[in-house]
């Protein structure tokens, strides 16, 4: 079963979206990034799908959850990447994520991860 | 008249009349007499009397659409083209057909003095002919024209669309004019592809000179900023009038929580500010190299 | 006068098959030269729609076609299942319907995407739905 890969940096996790994210591999990302959060006591995640043409409902749902998981385990969640026509899209269909936040690109995102820990008071 | 044969030698014959007749004809009735540079008139009409004379050599094709008659029409569309973008009118192109028929019917009626029923055939024939190329030649220009005004609006269009990196990371956008829904549009996809180009944090939508704002455009602009958003950006909106603030109100449309600045200095400071920077006076020292 | 140029039915019953028929649109979508976002726009609503005939109408086809109306060409996409329908299709319209919690109907986001767009449903008796994009001048 093929899953995606999330890489460790640091103190945070980044993971890139290259392929189709049918049900199975999303499920299986959650599961993968919350067993990863939870041994690796990150900071922050970073979502880049800026390989990504199409993002639906679902995998607008998808990252919305990522995010409230984190969240829950006490990190930052920064989606970096969204194309132009994609971004149009996902806002057309009346999901603007709100509670997200977003960058760029890979560099801007970690900027703002630094960023958001320094806010928060973390060393 | 048997075949056209006598149609080529009969304006062989006659060239130098014609020709002289038709060009005076040309000028003494043009409205754009301005327009018209004698030299290259004459070499206009010599290039397509020879040409015509050329097609009507092997039978007369009155419909004017066979393959005899390619290099003619197409003599004829360049016309069309190189006029309409001079300022010629549509008639005074079409004239450049139309004022032959005159020259050339007496050069005709001169060649059959008999009269009668074959003269009165030719006389048809020619017409016809002459009357097909005018047509067609009408049309070329209107096509000419048509293709003027698209590529017009389309340069409008762009020059009215402008994305400008003001400051590092910071795009400004001033939109000018009436905004449609089209046009609102293209406005919005070129503001996104100018944050991903530029790498910009910020973008300032400016509509100081946009007269009046309509729900469907309050709608696309709230929609533009919230897909800047979605790719990282943040979107201040200056510019707006009394006028407009009112109408937006009355709308009922709900700006969020979507900065907004009375114009687009103010804007820029904001912007300046949210990447950490400001605009300070340098004192001036005096020069002290030493 | 609409003209249908060339049309496919595509199987609609595993994932697999629904990433085939999204590639499908987004493939005639680009052979048609169709802008970034008006196909950006129709694939995902492909995919919501299709998703939907998967997981609501428990399987069913997506039949893509291509037209051409007045020199002007467009993709016709027909999503057609028999599941359980929809009960209240204004309601399953209404973004209410795709919240994040549920896994929801995305019908309406579905129609802002597109420029033509029809459902006929019926308790009982499945889900038709017909989805146009035509090409933008």
């Given at each position: 079963?093929?899953?995606?890969?999330?890489?460790?940096?640091?103190?945070?996790?980044?993971?890139?979206?290259?392929?189709?994210?049918?049900?199975?591999?999303?499920?299986?990302?959650?599961?993968?990034?919350?067993?990863?959060?939870?041994?690796?006591?990150?900071?922050?995640?970073?979502?880049?799908?800026?390989?990504?043409?199409?993002?639906?409902?679902?995998?607008?749902?998808?990252?919305?959850?990522?995010?409230?998981?984190?969240?829950?385990?006490?990190?930052?969640?920064?989606?970096?990447?969204?194309?132009?026509?994609?971004?149009?899209?996902?806002?057309?269909?009346?999901?603007?994520?709100?509670?997200?936040?977003?960058a760029l690109n890979v560099d801007k995102g970690m900027d703002l991860l630094l960023a958001l820990n320094t806010q928060a008071g973390h060393p | 008249?048997?075949?056209?044969?006598?149609?080529?030698?009969?304006?062989?014959?006659?060239?130098?009349?014609?020709?002289?007749?038709?060009?005076?004809?040309?000028?003494?009735?043009?409205?754009?007499?301005?327009?018209?540079?004698?030299?290259?008139?004459?070499?206009?009409?010599?290039?397509?009397?020879?040409?015509?004379?050329?097609?009507?050599?092997?039978?007369?094709?009155?419909?004017?659409?066979?393959?005899?008659?390619?290099?003619?029409?197409?003599?004829?569309?360049?016309?069309?083209?190189?006029?309409?973008?001079?300022?010629?009118?549509?008639?005074?192109?079409?004239?450049?057909?139309?004022?032959?028929?005159?020259?050339?019917?007496?050069?005709?009626?001169?060649?059959?003095?008999?009269?009668?029923?074959?003269?009165?055939?030719?006389?048809?024939?020619?017409?016809?002919?002459?009357?097909?190329?005018?047509?067609?030649?009408?049309?070329?220009?209107?096509?000419?024209?048509?293709?003027?005004?698209?590529?017009?609006?389309?340069?409008?269009?762009?020059l009215s669309t402008p994305v400008v990196q003001i400051w590092d990371g910071i795009l400004a956008l001033p939109l000018i004019?009436?905004?449609?829904?089209?046009?609102?549009?293209?406005?919005?996809?070129s503001l996104?592809e100018g944050i991903v180009e530029q790498e910009a944090t910020i973008a300032i939508i400016d509509i100081t000179g946009v007269?009046?704002?309509?729900?469907?455009?309050?709608?696309?602009?709230?929609?533009?900023v919230?897909?800047a958003?979605?790719m990282g950006a943040e979107c201040i909106i200056s510019g707006i009038r009394p006028?407009?603030a009112?109408?937006?109100?009355?709308?009922?449309?709900?700006?969020?929580d979507v900065v907004t600045k009375a114009s687009l200095a103010e804007a820029l400071r904001v912007a300046l500010r949210k990447r950490g920077q400001e605009v300070s006076t340098v004192a001036r020292t005096p020069r002290d190299r030493g | 006068?609409?003209?249908?140029?060339?049309?496919?039915?595509?199987?609609?019953?595993?994932?697999?098959?629904?990433?085939?028929?999204?590639?499908?649109?987004?493939?005639?979508?680009?052979?048609?030269?169709?802008?970034?976002?008006?196909?950006?726009?129709?694939?995902?609503?492909?995919?919501?729609?299709?998703?939907?005939?998967?997981?609501?109408?428990?399987?069913?086809?997506?039949?893509?076609?291509?037209?051409?109306?007045?020199?002007?060409?467009?993709?016709?996409?027909?999503?057609?299942?028999?599941?359980?329908?929809?009960?209240?299709?204004?309601?399953?319209?209404?973004?209410?319907?795709?919240?994040?919690?549920?896994?929801?109907?995305?019908?309406?986001?579905?129609?802002?995407?597109?420029?033509?767009?029809?459902?006929?449903?019926?308790?009982?008796?499945?889900?038709?739905?017909?989805?146009?994009?035509?090409?933008?001048?």
């Amino acid at each position: 079963m093929d899953r995606i890969p999330i890489l460790k940096l640091q103190d945070y996790l980044l993971v890139t979206i290259q392929v189709e994210l049918h049900d199975q591999l999303a499920i299986t990302l959650q599961d993968d990034l919350t067993r990863q959060l939870s041994v690796s006591h990150a900071r922050g995640v970073l979502i880049d799908i800026s390989a990504l043409e199409i993002v639906d409902s679902f995998i607008g749902r998808t990252l919305a959850h990522i995010a409230a998981m984190a969240r829950i385990m006490d990190a930052h969640t920064v989606i970096v990447g969204m194309r132009p026509a994609v971004a149009i899209t996902l806002v057309e269909l009346g999901m603007s994520l709100t509670g997200i936040k977003t960058a760029l690109n890979v560099d801007k995102g970690m900027d703002l991860l630094l960023a958001l820990n320094t806010q928060a008071g973390h060393p | 008249m048997n075949g056209s044969s006598n149609l080529s030698a009969i304006i062989q014959e006659n060239e130098k009349r014609i020709l002289e007749t038709w060009i005076a004809l040309q000028v003494g009735t043009s409205s754009s007499k301005g327009l018209i540079n004698e030299g290259e008139l004459r070499t206009q009409s010599a290039n397509f009397l020879s040409g015509f004379t050329a097609a009507a050599r092997d039978g007369l094709d009155v419909e004017t659409r066979g393959p005899a008659w390619d290099e003619v029409r197409s003599f004829l569309a360049a016309l069309s083209r190189s006029r309409a973008v001079q300022g010629f009118s549509p008639s005074d192109t079409a004239r450049f057909v139309f004022s032959l028929k005159q020259p050339l019917l007496d050069a005709v009626r001169k060649s059959i003095p008999e009269g009668g029923s074959t003269l009165a055939e030719a006389f048809m024939q020619v017409s016809a002919v002459l009357d097909n190329l005018g047509l067609y030649t009408f049309e070329a220009f209107q096509k000419g024209r048509e293709q003027i005004i698209q590529r017009q609006q389309q340069e409008l269009l762009e020059l009215s669309t402008p994305v400008v990196q003001i400051w590092d990371g910071i795009l400004a956008l001033p939109l000018i004019g009436t905004l449609d829904s089209e046009r609102t549009q293209t406005v919005m996809e070129s503001l996104l592809e100018g944050i991903v180009e530029q790498e910009a944090t910020i973008a300032i939508i400016d509509i100081t000179g946009v007269p009046t704002v309509d729900t469907l455009v309050a709608q696309h602009l709230l929609k533009t900023v919230a897909a800047a958003r979605l790719m990282g950006a943040e979107c201040i909106i200056s510019g707006i009038r009394p006028q407009i603030a009112q109408t937006i109100v009355h709308l009922g449309v709900d700006l969020g929580d979507v900065v907004t600045k009375a114009s687009l200095a103010e804007a820029l400071r904001v912007a300046l500010r949210k990447r950490g920077q400001e605009v300070s006076t340098v004192a001036r020292t005096p020069r002290d190299r030493g | 006068m609409i003209t249908e140029v060339r049309k496919v039915r595509l199987d609609l019953h595993s994932q697999d098959q629904l990433s085939i028929a999204r590639r499908t649109v987004q493939e005639w979508a680009t052979d048609l030269g169709f802008g970034s976002l008006e196909r950006t726009k129709l694939v995902t609503a492909a995919s919501e729609i299709g998703r939907n005939t998967l997981v609501h109408g428990k399987g069913g086809d997506m039949t893509i076609a291509e037209l051409s109306r007045d020199g002007v060409a467009g993709l016709a996409l027909e999503f057609q299942d028999s599941g359980p329908g929809i009960a209240d299709i204004a309601q399953a319209m209404t973004d209410g319907f795709t919240t994040a919690k549920s896994m929801g109907l995305g019908l309406g986001g579905a129609k802002r995407l597109v420029n033509e767009f029809a459902v006929q449903s019926e308790p009982g008796r499945g889900t038709r739905v017909n989805l146009i994009q035509w090409k933008r001048r």
